[in-house]
Each structure stands twice: as C-alpha cells, then as structure tokens.
Nanobody, 117 residues
Framework: QVQLVESGGGLVQAGGSLRLSCAASGSTFSSNALNWGWYRQAPGKPRELVAR???????DYADSVKNRFTISRDNAKVTVYLQMNSLKPEATAVYYC?????????WGQGTQVTVSS
C-alpha cells in the first residue's frame, strides 16, 4: 500500500503562483519506477488530467496549462511537484496526485486550490 500526502494548496489571486507537493510513503518500492500524475476536479465538472511524469522522466500536460504549469519529481524524496504559474480563476479545483506502479494507481486525498479574480 502506498500513501500519498499532498500539500501546497491555498488561495491565490489571478496571475499568481502556487507549488503543490505530493509525497509517497508505505510499501517498499523503487521511487524511480513510479509514474506520477496530477488531476483536478472543479465543482460540477469531471476530474481531468493536468500533468503527468513517467518513470523515465517524460511529461504530458493538458493544453489548458501548457507553458504555465511544470511537473517535476524528486526520486530521493519520493515526491512530485506541480509548479503553477500565471494562475487563472478557472484553475480553481481540488487537485489530486496519483502514483502508479505496475497496474496499481494510488490517489492522494486532494488539496484545494482557489484562484480569485
């Protein structure tokens, strides 16, 4: 079992920045093998993928966040980050991190991000 703990959410004005962190702990596994992701869910909307970083380091981003958000990982700390710049009010949502190893996907509890206009 893997536990994920997110942090870094909060209230920020439009145009501001936040950095989310998600640390994994629990079962014995190689942090290098984890495929990480950040999802978000706004009220009344389906959950959507924001960004992901694979074990090999390649990344994908939703079109809506390209060139403003950056996902990164620290294998030594077993942590993934999401740097969010130039935030817009439509980014307001609960952000969840995921960690996938082999066929199992683990989810964090979510952290609220609110962007005021």
């Amino acid at each position: 079992q893997v536990q994920l703990v997110e942090s870094g959410g909060g209230l920020v004005q439009a145009g501001g920045s936040l950095r989310l962190s998600c640390a994994a702990s629990g079962s014995t596994f190689s942090s290098n093998a984890l495929n990480w992701g950040w999802y978000r869910q706004a009220p009344g909307k389906p959950r959507e993928l924001v960004a992901r970083i694979r074990s090999g380091g390649s990344t994908d981003y939703a079109d809506s966040v390209k060139n403003r958000f950056t996902i990164s990982r620290d294998n030594a700390k077993v942590t993934v980050y999401l740097q969010m710049n130039s935030l817009k009010p439509e980014a307001t949502a609960v952000y969840y991190c995921t960690a996938a190893i082999r066929t199992t996907v683990y989810w964090g509890q979510g952290t609220q991000v609110t962007v005021s206009s």
